[in-house]
């Protein structure tokens, strides 16, 4: 049996020789925690398997270990609960079934194999719960299969995580290698479990009442009903009416300036209408205006702390445009590592999954060195700025910050993509920021009376201008929308004094009506979800990315609409899940997997409690849960065939009209059916208005613009060819009509192309009056039926192109390749059909029997080459 004991000296002493080439400061703390003396046992060399998550992380890492280490990527999670099947016995305590996840079994052969030559294993996944739930799976598939049971003997399995992937930050993990935190995997496995029950147990019931496919999670739903909820406030939301009343006045030196009526004497008084408003200017023309009182303050305006993930999430939302997916996937790279020339693979940022706003002593003492250097000691506080992180943040964890503050974003641009160099900018400006002095501002707030007779009409102006600009030299927070600061530095006031008469230029009212609360961006949405304390910044990426790809909400000019199935799901969902889909309790539990990570409750007794209300809940949607699928909603609108009412169904694509006489059993009834318009917002309201100008590519965050292809239009991304992003019309902003000038032949409209379901087709202006829809006819006759025409359409499912008869349903020809009138010339059949091979177009016989085939003519040229904007 081999001899272990030498190894923890050996690790020790491995990771100072790689320290001692680095500059005193890099020196000292390990200096401090062994000494400098331990060297392997003669004869022996040590080997060492590290196993990480990515191939990237396992590349940079390996630059700094050298000699004597192994790295490996795991390539994410090895095992997980199956899909086949719950993996949960609830009746046992919750036990696990956990599997090799299908696909990493020549992984973990590969791991298996470098485990038996290795003197000892770390494991070295991120620094949060997930790291550690794959650190613990590796560790039962390297070891005996009970990882949480210590060994006395064996290749020693440790755990080391690093916050940097830096030469300091590798060799750090490594002087302290530590067991694995089973308190941390408890809370990773509660959290799994938690969403496995919701999952696998509330989905079917959708499958059964709804329609197959759809899905329900934990946390995901509540996000949605926080986008159903406040869709429904907007459209409940009233708009009142108010005014406002600026007058533009000037002093006897200095520019004019607007000051707003605020009331009368020292009351606040409103201006409710038009009617008043002009009552009020009236009685104003005739004024004397002077300066009741000026207040003069200096204030000061701090710096934000460092970037936590949802911070981050929300500023790369606002400033850069980017979703919070590409966002996330932007700042991996940057810390896993970035070639840069002689350098090499390093990390430029700290780990990107953080609630915490700690910095280490290292990075203040090094940011505040680069402030005093680069932008004078005027800019440096006296001591560093200190931030508090929120309850429950994990300290263990620093805020994302650059790994070396020195390293400019410009002094490492040509080594970094587009993107990357603007998440790196965004993280280094707001760390550099975060310790420098405050902005100072001078704010005049004046005070001036309108003086008729008796009565004295109070107005007021403030006024704002930048002392000194501090932090605000680098950086500046985004924000959702304009506040009263943002006004007052719009106002430049000159010299006033109390007392000082005052000239009026102009009176000017203006109309204003109440807003409704804006609907939500992927920024807002995360801020709301962090303030409620509803799932966790490390999941926000998955669940804004789950709601959109299963269709339950679109989004129109940047911000969440809820689709009619997302309506649908939700109010079923919370009708019949009263306590699991509450926001509330939902961040209670949140609360709970926290106490469960610090080792204050077991995580088997939270889901116990859990599964008690879960399951009481459970029986009543089984229940009472309405079954959409049978739904025959009544309607005042008319069958357009037999003239008999409409009812609403619902179907595999969402609600529809159909005949009320329709009878499945009776092939002899009516079976018109037609589309349920969707009722899309107001394009033209002022929450969507502000981003409806220009949509941006939620991958990379470049425009995109609308192109044709051989289906129709779409959106496509201008940073095509390296990036492929589109997506359909219906998946995003409402496209609006395209006016002919071609005319209906029932009612004499103009006729407009229209965007649906199914693509694009052409239809009369009149619609709902008129429903006239133009068919697309090819100019051949039915070769079947003889009477019809055929007609080109598109299939529902796929959306590819088909042809068929006019006539039908009594007549059913269709072909998937365009007829011809022709007859062929080998085999007698009445048409031939046009092909596209990879050879080129040919014409071609339709019966198999038959191998006639002739190249296909070009076609006639139109005096202009093809549009590129063809092509995605």
């Known amino acids: 049996m081999k001899d272990y004991r030498h190894l923890d000296v050996w690790t020790k002493a491995h990771t100072l020789a790689l320290a001692v080439s680095q500059p005193d400061s890099y020196r000292a703390p390990f200096r401090a925690s062994f000494n400098i003396n331990h060297r392997p046992p003669r004869g022996i060399l040590a080997k060492g398997l590290v196993i990480v998550e990515s191939p990237a992380k396992a590349k940079t890492i390996k630059k700094y270990l050298g000699r004597g280490y192994e790295v490996e990527a795991s390539l994410g999670h090895v095992k997980d609960l199956p899909k086949s099947k719950l993996g949960v016995d609830i009746k046992n305590d919750f036990e696990t079934d956990y599997i090799v996840i299908p696909g990493k079994e020549k992984v973990l052969i590969k791991l298996k194999k470098l485990a038996k030559d290795a003197d000892a294993i770390y494991l070295a996944p991120d620094p949060d719960r997930e790291g550690e739930a794959i650190a613990a799976h590796l560790a039962e598939e390297l070891g005996d299969g009970n990882a949480r049971k210590k060994k006395k003997d064996g290749v020693p399995v440790r755990r080391v995580t690093f916050n940097e992937i830096t030469q300091r930050g590798v060799q750090e993990g490594f002087a302290n290698p530590r067991d694995i935190d089973w308190k941390l995997v408890d809370a990773q496995q509660a959290r799994r479990v938690l969403d496995r029950l919701v999952g696998y147990q509330v989905s079917p019931l959708l499958w059964d009442k709804v329609r197959r496919g759809l899905s329900a999670g934990r946390v995901q739903t509540v996000a949605l009903r926080l986008i159903v909820e406040r869709e429904r406030e907007i459209k409940a939301f009233q708009k009142v009416e108010y ?155 620093e805020a994302i910050r650059p790994t070396s503050p020195a390293r400019h974003p410009d002094s490492i641009k040509q080594y970094l993509q587009e993107d990357e160099y603007k998440v790196y900018k965004l993280i280094w400006q707001r760390f550099i920021a975060s310790q420098m002095n405050p902005a100072v501002f001078d704010q005049t707030t004046v005070d001036i009376d309108a003086a008729t007779g008796q009565e004295k009409y109070w107005f007021r102006v403030t006024g704002s201008v930048l002392k000194f600009d501090g932090f605000l030299k680098v950086y500046e927070e985004s924000k959702e929308g304009k506040d009263e600061e943002d006004e007052a530095l719009k106002h430049k006031l000159p010299p006033l004094d109390a007392g000082q008469a005052l000239t009026l230029r102009e009176l000017k009212p203006e109309q204003h009506f109440t807003e409704p609360p804006p609907r939500y961006n992927e920024a807002s949405l ?347």
């Open 243 to 397: 005014w406002t009343l600026d007058a533009h006045l000037a002093a006897d030196k200095g520019p004019a300036f607007d000051a707003r009526f605020l009331g009368k004497g020292e009351e606040k008084v409103d201006i409710p209408n038009g009617e008043e408003s002009e009552k009020l200017r009236a009685a104003l023309e005739q004024a004397t205006w002077s300066v009741r009182s000026v207040d003069k303050k200096e204030r000061r305006r701090n710096a934000a702390p460092p970037f936590t993930t949802s911070k981050f999430q929300q500023d790369a939302s606002r400033k850069l445009r980017f979703s919070v997916k590409r966002a996330m996937m932007l700042a991996q790279r940057l810390y896993e590592g970035v070639e840069l020339g002689d350098e090499g693979l390093v990390g430029l940022i700290t780990y990107m999954r953080t609630d915490s706003v700690r910095v280490s002593q290292d990075a203040i003492t090094e940011v505040r060195e680069h402030i005093g250097s680069q932008y004078g000691n005027e800019y440096l506080p006296e001591a560093p700025n200190t931030y508090k992180s929120k309850k429950a943040a994990q300290e263990a964890h």
């Open 526 to 872: 995360v801020k709301e979800l962090e303030e409620r304390g509803i799932g966790r910044p490390s999941t926000y990426a998955t669940i804004l990315g789950t709601i959109q790809e299963r269709q339950y909400v679109q989004k129109l000019g940047g911000k969440f609409v809820p689709t009619e199935i997302g309506l649908v799901v939700t109010d079923l969902l919370v009708e019949n899940f009263k306590d699991i889909f509450d926001p509330e309790y939902t961040a209670k539990l949140e609360e709970e997997l926290d106490e469960i990570e610090e080792g204050q409750e077991k995580w088997t007794d939270a889901l116990h409690d859990f599964y008690k209300k879960f399951q009481k809940d459970l029986k009543y949607a089984e229940k009472h849960m309405e079954n959409i699928k049978r739904m025959e909603k009544p309607t005042e609108e008319k069958c357009e065939r037999c003239g008999a009412p409409l009812v609403i169904k619902w179907g595999r694509h969402g609600s529809f009209y159909a005949c009320s006489t329709y009878d499945k059993d009776d092939p002899n009834t009516c079976t018109f059916t037609k589309e349920n318009p969707i009722d899309l917002p107001d394009l033209d309201s002022a929450d969507v208005q502000e981003t409806a100008q220009e949509e941006y590519c939620e991958n990379c965050g470049r425009t995109m613009v609308l192109k044709r292809g051989r289906f129709g239009q779409f959106m496509a991304c201008t940073g095509y060819p390296e990036c492929k992003t589109t997506r359909r019309l219906d998946q995003g902003r409402k496209v609006p009509d395209i006016p002919l000038d071609e005319t209906c032949p029932q009612c004499g409209r103009n006729m407009v192309i229209r965007h649906g379901r199914y693509g694009e087709f052409t239809s009369c202006s009149g619609y709902p009056e008129c429903k006239y829809v133009k068919q697309n006819f090819i100019g051949v006759k039915c070769p079947e039926c003889k009477t019809g025409e055929i007609v080109e359409k598109r299939a529902r499912r796929k959306g590819n192109t088909f042809y068929g008869c006019s006539n039908y349903p009594k007549c059913k020809f269709t072909s998937a390749n365009k007829p011809i009138a022709e007859k062929c010339p080998t085999c007698g059949s009445e048409y031939l059909v046009e092909k596209t091979l990879k050879a080129g177009p040919v014409i071609s016989c339709p019966n198999k029997e038959c191998d006639y085939e002739r190249p296909a003519p070009e076609p006639a040229a139109v005096g202009s080459a093809p549009s590129a904007d063809t092509s995605a």
